[in-house]
T-cell receptor, first 109, second 111 residues
């Protein structure tokens, strides 16, 4: 089955600094989704990437799917307290949704 | 408003007492699925359903049952809960290869 590995597992960033989260797949990605989760709550959809080389931005969050389609990165510019939470990547594999283990982001003053 | 509704949000039960967590979606989605989320393990799929009367095992189906008698509902059944099923559970629905909509979660504790 396809596996997604996220790195880092967690990170602490000072408010105003940038951060990057990576999601690496064991197989070619044909679609990659990013979600954000506040602790103990449901997942909020952020972005979907489907084509190699695709890049999407929403407010201060940018996601890319690399050309070889086995890795995606999520970049947050000038982080704010509202960016704190758990970020998860997800793909589909023959009807099964596979998630990365998540990256916990803490934003300090 | 498009949503996935899970009930209950919180549940404490005793080992062996059958329970059902309900999940309902109002988007006419064909695909629905259940996950459990545990620290360090991320979200793991329990069961999924591609349409009415069609269900398949996910990665961790042991100890769980599901049914899909109608499109909008996809209940998760624990016939004989055990403490290792203490977890945070999520239901989700989606249409085709699109974003999945998640419920708010059910925090289950089995003592």
């Amino acid at each position: 089955s396809q596996e997604l590995e996220q790195s880092p597992q967690s990170l602490i960033v000072q408010e105003g600094k940038n951060l990057t989260i990576n999601c690496t797949s064991s197989k070619t990605l044909y679609g990659l989704y990013w979600y954000k989760q506040k602790y103990g709550e449901g997942l909020i959809f952020l972005m979907m990437l489907q084509k190699g080389g695709e890049e999407k931005s929403h407010e201060k969050i940018t996601a890319k799917l690399d050309e070889k389609k086995q890795q995606s990165s999520l970049h947050i510019t000038a982080s704010q307290p509202s960016h704190a939470g758990i970020y998860l990547c997800r793909t589909d594999s023959w009807g099964k949704l596979q998630f990365g283990a998540g990256t916990q982001v803490v934003v300090t003053p | 408003e498009a949503q996935v509704t899970q009930n209950p949000r919180y549940l404490i039960t005793v080992t062996g007492k059958k329970l059902t967590v309900t999940c309902s979606q109002n988007m006419n989605h064909e695909y629905m699925s259940w996950y459990r989320q545990d620290p360090g393990l991320g979200l793991r799929q329990i069961y999924y359903s591609m349409n009415v009367e069609v269900t398949d095992k996910g990665d961790v189906p042991e100890g769980y049952k599901v049914s899909r008698k109608e499109k909008r509902n996809f209940p998760l059944i624990l016939e004989s809960p055990s403490p290792n099923q203490t977890s945070l559970y999520f239901c989700a629905s989606q249409a085709g290869n699109t974003e999945a909509f998640f419920g708010q979660g059910t925090r289950l504790t089995v003592v």
